[in-house]
């Protein structure tokens, strides 16, 4: 069974996932560390062919603003990174899906590739999580976390558009719901019990 992470962005939900992943061996798919790579290709000329480069620049131009990169590249991004696992191979998704759009193709998508999955929510205020990736965000150096209102324009968007896919998926019987506040080794050992 595959399992699709949801967290407002400071929640832990990275952290937690690879914890889960080199226990429980899944593969992850991170959807915003995929399109970082994608967007890194942009500046390496030396290898990146043309369409390729034209591609991270187009990506990065979204990361660097805060928005949801397009539909169609995250959507192709996530499909092929489906269709190049073998069947058995757990996979830990994170980042994705991210609105409505974006759920009706992921559903049809595992659907279609025979993948079942049930969804964890790590719970965190905003307010919580911004003052955690503001912290954080010297050490990693990210320049999408260090920028105050480009965070804040990504909570935005998870409040406006992950939360009513976050409801729909709770509806379907799919969700688990995890207390971010705890510490995390306490939201891990939750994580545990809720994949075992
Ligand atoms: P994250 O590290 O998950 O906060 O994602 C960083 C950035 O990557 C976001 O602000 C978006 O620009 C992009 N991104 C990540 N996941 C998605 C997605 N599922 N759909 C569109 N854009 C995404």
Do not use: W
């Amino acid at each position: 069974m595959d399992l699709v992470l949801f967290g407002i962005q400071g929640s832990g939900k990275g952290t937690q996932a690879k914890r889960l992943a080199a226990e429980f061996q899944y593969d992850i798919f991170e959807a915003g560390g995929e399109l970082r790579k994608i967007a890194a290709s942009a500046s390496a000329k030396a290898t990146a062919d043309k369409s390729g480069s034209e591609l991270g620049k187009t990506v990065s131009s979204y990361i660097d603003k805060g928005h949801l990169v397009p539909h169609e590249i995250i959507m192709q991004v996530v499909k092929e990174a489906i269709l190049a696992r073998p069947k058995d191979q757990k996979i830990l998704f994170d980042g994705i899906p991210r609105d409505e759009n974006q759920m009706k193709d992921f559903d049809r998508v595992m659907k279609e590739t025979g993948r079942d999955f049930r969804c964890i929510h790590i719970l965190l205020t905003p307010d919580e999580g911004m003052q955690r990736i503001l912290g954080r965000a010297k050490a990693e150096g990210r320049a999408d976390d260090a920028d105050t209102a480009i965070v804040a324009r990504r909570m935005k968007t998870f409040t406006e558009k992950t939360m009513p896919v976050i409801e729909k998926y709770k509806n379907e019987g799919k969700m688990i719901e995890i207390d971010g506040m705890k510490s995390v080794d306490e939201v891990y050992g939750e994580m545990k019990r809720a994949v075992v």
